[in-house]
């Protein structure tokens, strides 16, 4: 992307070569990823071939296996649209006609340029990696999937709420507290289009649902010493602004405040913070998706995304699916799916505490959680404590659960490791394959599938990895 914010040439010619793909089909094959991300870049996929007129199915995938890719090789389908995954296996695919929305870290093993090699076998790859643009952070895979529906047809553009959606669900405004990159451009449409409202506020997730009380009690991302986790200093922080935690027989939420009583509130909290990076944490950009009402749960950005991530996450992608598709009675399914998550969640991270599974090595940190926790949130809960009080924020956190084919490890890392050089796409690929299972995804969030019981070799090998790259 150039200084003006537009996107290069490069992927602008791309783009147009995989619409016409597209277009020419007469069926299409979508494989998607299962979480908010995925399930966004899969509705802006079937949204668009809705719209086109075109036959097609929805297949939703974990990860790229060994099926998975017999499936796309195998398909029957003119066009087969992979999002969210994909680019990790390219060498992988055998038949042409098969297009890529991802933003995860391309396959190492395809030498060369994507024209050269990827076009040749008659794969479309649209990759932020291969223009020079960060997946971590300037573009995700709803984004990706979004550009290439909007060139496909520019009245597509009423879906750019959905990328937006897909790239606070996959965290890419937490850099900066903001979206950037091409990020910015899908959200600066969305706008234009009335779809999408940018505000600056606190930046805590359940502004629209929780409790006061529990908005802060529950804020931990930055935390706010004497406020976190504390049910008396909670109260006594809205008690001494004066600001009423009910209205009527109601508890208030955040967005129940007026704007007075929001900024007086938002500056108590930032007083009690020291240097301007956590203070850039808590409080910066936040999205409202304005077609929706609050009692929807869709209204907030990161509400909609976490409603996509419980659907996925439970085995439910379709309902998140439909949600994207504008049926809202796909919302009671959808609610069910967003409880349990939350429980589910709590209740891990209750149990790691109170079993003190987080273990310490020199240069990272760990904990294995069994069968206690189900693989497709051992993601989220690493997240989760990484960012409270009981883990140590400068080292990288990797999570261990069963899985039906292994073992599944997940890794994060606080963005100033990556500053410093970490890359856990690398560690992840790197170590799994040394103990004979496969893995990648972003410097700061990466995971992988291994053997049972090869758990401490892969330790001792990610650990020797990380020390290598931190400067």
Not at 274 to 295: C, H, M, P, V
Request: charged share 25%.
């Amino acid at each position: 992307m150039d200084a003006d914010g537009v996107y290069c040439g490069r992927l602008i010619r791309d783009l147009e070569k995989a619409a016409a793909a597209v277009r020419s089909a007469e069926s299409v094959l979508i494989v998607t990823h299962i979480d908010a991300d995925g399930i966004a870049s899969g509705g802006i996929a079937a949204a668009t071939l809705d719209r086109l007129g075109k036959r097609y199915t929805v297949s939703f995938e974990k990860k790229i296996t060994e099926e998975t890719v017999a499936a796309i090789n195998g398909s029957k389908e003119d066009i087969v649209w992979i999002c969210d995954l994909g680019s990790a296996y390219l060498s992988e695919f055998k038949r042409p006609g098969i297009v890529v929305t991802d933003h995860h870290v391309p396959d190492p093993r395809l030498k060369g340029r994507q024209t050269s090699i990827v076009d040749f076998d008659g794969i479309h790859h649209l990759n932020p990696h291969t223009y020079g643009v960060s997946g971590s952070y300037d573009v995700c895979g709803a984004g990706m999937t979004y550009l290439l529906s909007k060139t496909i047809d520019p009245a597509n553009s009423d879906l750019a709420f959905l990328a937006v959606v897909g790239a606070v669900g996959d965290l890419q405004d937490n850099r900066e507290s903001r979206l950037i990159g091409y990020n910015r451009e899908i959200l600066n449409e969305a706008v234009s289009l009335g779809d999408v409202a940018i505000e600056n506020d606190i930046r805590y997730y359940g502004r629209d649902y929780r409790p006061l009380v529990q908005f802060l009690q529950y804020g931990n991302d930055p935390p706010v010493p004497g406020v976190t986790d504390s049910v008396s200093g909670c109260n006594a922080f809205f008690s001494d602004l004066g600001i009423p935690l009910k209205n009527g027989s109601g508890l208030r939420s955040w967005r129940d405040l007026s704007a007075a009583e929001r900024k007086a509130a938002s500056e108590r909290l930032l007083s009690f913070l020291n240097d301007d990076e956590t203070k850039r944490r808590l409080f910066g950009e936040i999205y409202t998706i304005t077609r929706y009402a609050s009692q929807t749960g869709l209204r907030d950005a990161k509400e909609f995304a976490t409603a996509l991530n419980s659907c996925g996450r439970y085995d439910d992608a379709v309902t998140g699916l439909r949600i994207c598709m504008g049926d809202m009675t796909a919302l009671e399914d959808a609610e069910r799916n967003r409880l349990d998550h939350r429980k589910n969640i709590s209740t891990a991270i209750s149990y790691i505490k109170e079993n003190k599974l987080l273990r310490e090595r020199r240069f990272v940190q760990y904990f294995d959680a069994g069968t206690e926790i189900r693989e497709t949130v051992v993601g989220i809960v690493a997240g989760i404590l990484l960012n409270s009080g009981e883990a140590r924020k400068d080292l990288p956190i990797f999570a261990f659960a069963e899985a039906e084919d292994g073992v599944k490890v997940s890794a994060r890392a606080n963005r100033t490791l990556t500053d410093r050089g970490l890359d856990l796409s690398f560690i992840m690929k790197t170590a799994s394959e040394m103990v004979g299972g496969y893995g990648g995804g972003h410097k700061v969030a990466a995971g992988a599938t291994i053997p049972n019981g090869k758990e401490g070799m892969f330790l001792d090998i990610a650990e020797d990895l990380v020390s290598s790259q931190i400067i």
